[in-house]
Each structure stands twice: as structure tokens, then as C-alpha cells.
């Protein structure tokens, strides 16, 4: 129904940067937001950042300042730039989109299968 296909993951060094990119298709009528989760091993998957329909932002206290999260002009691709890359920023990074499909018109989440993120010398 819904298909989130992400790009951009890899390996940087310590402050380096990297831009995830995620582009939502399918049966969808409305998207009310998308953003970017991560989970690092043994640690439970927690929002990056998200933007809404109507461009509202939130982000992690922890990601606050090095990474801006945006979407493109026709809103169904999203991207998340991050600067000043960390050992701790390394995860697998899932893109998320917060949708209503047809023909059933109901509202969910979405996932995209992940993209490795590692920060490493």
C-alpha cells in the first residue's frame, strides 16, 4: 500500500555529514508528517526528527543543532542532514510517514526498511 525507499546511510568519520533521504509512494491521500527514527543496538528505536504537513519540526534534544530534517516541494520525500556526525549518532535510521491511504481512508505509520549509519575513524 504504502512504500518508503530510503538512500544515503554510510560511513563517516567523526564530524562528517551525511544526507538521508526517504521518498514515500502508494495509495496515499494525505501525509500529516514524516521523520527519521533510529535504533543503535540494544537500545530501543527513538525519534531523530519529524516534520509535519505544515512544516513544523521536532527534534532530539541529542541531534538538536547538527541535523535539520525537511521535505521536498511535493512533500512526499523527506530528507535529514546531518552535520557534525558523532560515534553515538551510529544506528540503523528508519524513515517514518504518518499517513491516510485508500481506498480504506485509514491513518497510520509507515516504515522504510533502514539505512546503516555509521560514524567512525
Known amino acids: 500500500q504504502v512504500q518508503l525507499v530510503e538512500s544515503g546511510g554510510g560511513l563517516v568519520q567523526p564530524g562528517g555529514s551525511l544526507r538521508l533521504s526517504c521518498a514515500a509512494s502508494g495509495s496515499i491521500v494525505s501525509i500529516y508528517a514524516m521523520g527519521w527514527y533510529r535504533q543503535a543496538p540494544g537500545k530501543q528505536r527513538e525519534l531523530v526528527a519529524a516534520?509535519?504537513?505544515?512544516?513544523?519540526?521536532n527534534y532530539a534534544d541529542s541531534v538538536k543543532g547538527r541535523f535539520m530534517v525537511s521535505s521536498g516541494n511535493d512533500k512526499n520525500t523527506v530528507y535529514l542532514q546531518m552535520d557534525s556526525l558523532k560515534p553515538e549518532d551510529t544506528a540503523v535510521y528508519y524513515c517514518?510517514?504518518?499517513?491516510?491511504?485508500?481506498?480504506?481512508?485509514?491513518?497510520?505509520?509507515?516504515w522504510g526498511q533502514g539505512t546503516q549509519v555509521t560514524v567512525s575513524s
Open positions: 517514518n510517514a504518518n499517513v491516510r491511504v485508500v481506498p480504506s481512508l485509514r491513518r497510520g505509520d509507515y
Open positions: 516534520i509535519s504537513s505544515g512544516s513544523t519540526t
